[in-house]
């Protein structure tokens, strides 16, 4: 999986897929294949963090990139 796949998701897709882990912020990891994770941000961190976050494992570290869905 990579990160121009995961930006196919539409929002009640993401919305639908089974939490994996819920952050203590409210946020939701929906996807995690080991080397890409996806976070459902919580509505009430949407301002500063968009509406999710996709992590790339690079180099042994998790590199963030924030996403909004389409309007």
Do not use: C, H
């Amino acid at each position: 999986m990579n990160a121009e796949s995961i930006r196919s998701y539409t929002k009640r897709e993401l919305q639908n897929l089974p939490t994996i882990e819920q952050a203590w912020d409210g946020d939701e990891l929906k996807i995690d294949d080991g080397t890409v994770r996806v976070w459902l941000t919580n509505r009430e961190n949407r301002q500063y963090n968009g509406d999710y976050t996709i992590e790339v494992l690079m180099n042994g570290r998790w590199v963030q990139s924030n996403q909004n869905f389409p309007i």
